[in-house]
């Protein structure tokens, strides 16, 4: 689903992953450092916190899962920070670039610029991607 860049609707998901960061940030052992709030075609909003370990979980992926578990398939805007105050706007990693590309490539996503934020289609991000459904061939 396509949706069009709101700017005040953008910064108050940015201000809510903000939220969620200062809320759980870990200064000390640095497992929570990272926040995330995904805003849904219904309008909801589902925020995560990255869980650190070995093979832990980015704040994006446990936004995720929290609007899938809440029943959500559409997702619309997704917003992350980073830092004790959530200070820093964080593109998505390789990691969940493809998993929000297998899931909604139309979604937009906050991303820094050199004068502040914008927001870009997650297929944008992660050009000549590969897509689950369709089936490998060798040339």
Not at 30 to 42: D, F, I, P, Y
């Amino acid at each position: 689903m396509a949706t069009v860049h709101d700017v005040a609707r953008d910064a108050k998901l940015i201000a809510r992953a903000r939220e969620v960061i200062r809320r759980n940030y870990d200064g000390v052992k640095k497992n929570h450092t990272v926040g995330a709030a995904l805003r849904c075609a219904s309008g909801s909003v589902y925020v995560g916190v990255n869980v650190y370990s070995l093979h832990g979980a980015c704040a994006e992926v446990v936004a995720i899962g929290a609007a899938i578990t809440a029943g959500e398939r559409e997702f619309a805007c997704l917003a992350c920070v980073r830092g004790a105050e959530g200070e820093e706007i964080l593109p998505p990693c390789g990691n969940c670039r493809q998993l929000l590309h297998d899931y909604a490539p139309d979604c937009r996503v906050v991303v820094p610029t050199g004068d502040g934020w914008t927001t870009v289609r997650v297929a944008d991000l992660l050009p000549v991607s590969y897509k689950q459904e369709e089936e490998f061939r060798w040339p």
